[in-house]
């Protein structure tokens, strides 16, 4: 079956996080060291809380894996916790104004939200974050590469050059502390994290993900639901805490013309043996998708993250759900800012949708048969319109 699917499982202080993916072909080799790699980034980024210095997410694979090799069964991995104490956890009778507890507690008809916090906890990204890094060793054998960085932090914001080479990107981003490839603003995101811990407060904001190497037409222009913009969007969106999402030049386009906003489209026949085919775009304002379908630009995928809900000084206003009085909202060990965690999760979701979007066209049982199909297509499609 040529689909790509994942479900996730586990409570932020349960025994384990656990993911079933299907649909990845037989032969692929899993890189365990890559996977890990990406967990360890998310765990990462100045402002994370005391959790993560409990944790040392590392991924294990309880079946669809021989000799570090899927083998087209279902395949569960597995990251263990270690702050492992679900039934000893204490109530939250105060909902977190901005967190899921207050409409997760009345939904599931209890005064107690802790059951519905150990699951909407930003915990269970470490899941997304495994089943994201197994994506992207698929990727990587069609040379398809996935970098993520932060853009803004609070009040401070920049832009990173839309021309830079992905291993250049990637490195830039990896030397700093908050994942901001520009040094000068890194600096004043960490300062800005800083201040917000003494204030007892804490800070949102906004991540890049840029993949290289897709080929043409990866998603579709026939229905809603199959345009990978769409499906970029909805994945990303069901990251916790993201409140926006945008593609390419995203909200700004409302308000320039369309002969300031369409990338116009260019040929050159040096570059004809590259996914792109040899139609280059001197701009990239649609972010790699037109009509919801790839059109060999990187794609590019911006998220912004409102600020944790759970906010050190007790200030928020908020509800004893077992008295109704008022007070102020329940803490909880947390973050002061994880935005640099969140662009990490971002990343990985969009490296699972463009692999299942690969799968979907050129998947087959086995890697071989899709390693085959996708060259066989880039040949059929550079045969297009060739001048004798
Ligand atoms: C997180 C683990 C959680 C939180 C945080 C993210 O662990 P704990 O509750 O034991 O401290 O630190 O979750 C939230 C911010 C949230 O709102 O739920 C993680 O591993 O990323």
């Given amino acids: 079956m040529a689909t790509l699917t994942y479900r996730t499982a586990g409570e932020s202080h349960g025994p384990a996080l656990v993911s079933l993916i299907e649909g990845l072909p037989a032969g692929l080799p899993l890189d365990t060291a890559l996977i890990n790699e990406e967990l360890r980034r998310r765990q990462g980024g100045y402002g994370r809380g005391g959790r993560q210095r409990i944790e040392t997410d590392t991924v294990s694979f309880l079946s669809?894996?021989?000799?570090?090799?899927?083998?087209?069964?279902?395949?569960?991995?597995?990251?263990?916790?270690?702050?492992?104490?679900?039934?000893?956890?204490?109530?939250?009778?105060?909902?977190?104004?901005?967190?899921?507890d207050l409409a997760g507690a009345t939904k599931w008809l209890t005064?107690?939200?802790?059951?519905?916090?150990?699951?909407?906890?930003?915990?269970?990204t470490a899941n997304r974050v495994a089943v994201g890094a197994i994506a992207r060793c698929l990727l990587k054998e069609f040379n398809i590469q996935v970098v993520g960085f932060v853009v803004r932090i609070g009040p401070v914001r920049t832009d990173i050059a839309a021309d830079l080479p992905p291993e250049e990107l990637r490195q830039a981003a990896l030397a700093s502390e908050v994942y901001c490839p520009d040094n000068a603003?890194?600096?004043?995101?960490?300062?800005?994290i800083k201040n917000a811990k003494i204030a007892g407060d804490?800070?949102?904001?906004?991540?890049?993900?840029?993949?290289?190497?897709?080929?043409?037409?990866?998603?579709?222009?026939?229905?809603w639901d199959w345009k990978l913009d769409s499906r970029i969007a909805a994945e990303v969106m069901g990251i916790q805490a993201i409140k926006g999402v945008e593609i390419g030049m995203g909200f700004r386009a409302a308000e320039l013309p369309g002969s300031m906003v369409h990338d116009p489209i260019h040929f050159d026949a040096a570059?004809?043996?590259?996914?792109?085919?040899?139609?280059?775009?001197?701009?990239?304002?649609?972010?790699?998708?037109?009509?919801?379908?790839?059109?060999?630009?990187?794609?590019?995928?911006?998220?912004?993250?409102?600020?944790?809900?759970?906010?050190?000084?007790?200030?928020?206003?908020?509800?004893?759900?077992?008295?109704?009085?008022?007070?102020?909202?329940?803490?909880?060990?947390?973050?002061?800012?994880?935005?640099?965690?969140?662009?990490?999760?971002?990343?990985?979701?969009?490296?699972?949708?463009?692999?299942?979007?690969?799968?979907?066209?050129?998947?087959?049982?086995?890697?071989?048969?899709?390693w085959h199909n996708y060259h066989a297509f880039l040949a059929a499609a550079r045969a297009l319109g060739n001048p004798e």
């Fill in 202 to 223: 804490t800070l949102g904001g906004i991540v890049e993900t840029r993949v290289f190497g897709c080929p043409i037409g990866l998603g579709s222009c026939t229905h």
């Fill in 64 to 100: 669809g894996v021989r000799r570090g090799r899927t083998i087209g069964s279902p395949l569960v991995a597995q990251i263990v916790n270690r702050d492992s104490r679900l039934d000893d956890t204490p109530a939250l009778v105060k909902p977190r104004p901005g967190h899921a």
């Fill in 271 to 370: 570059q004809r043996q590259t996914p792109a085919l040899g139609f280059t775009r001197p701009t990239n304002n649609a972010g790699g998708l037109e009509g919801g379908m790839t059109n060999g630009q990187p794609v590019v995928v911006r998220a912004a993250m409102k600020p944790i809900s759970t906010l050190l000084k007790k200030v928020m206003p908020s509800v004893d759900l077992t008295s109704h009085q008022a007070g102020k909202a329940d803490y909880e060990r947390s973050d002061v800012c994880a935005v640099s965690a969140a662009g990490v999760v971002v990343e990985n979701v969009v490296a699972f949708e463009i692999a299942r979007a690969m799968v979907e066209k050129f998947g087959g049982d086995s890697l071989t048969e899709m």
């Fill in 111 to 124: 005064t107690d939200c802790r059951e519905t916090l150990e699951r909407a906890s930003a915990r269970e």
């Fill in 185 to 192: 603003a890194s600096d004043q995101m960490i300062e800005a």
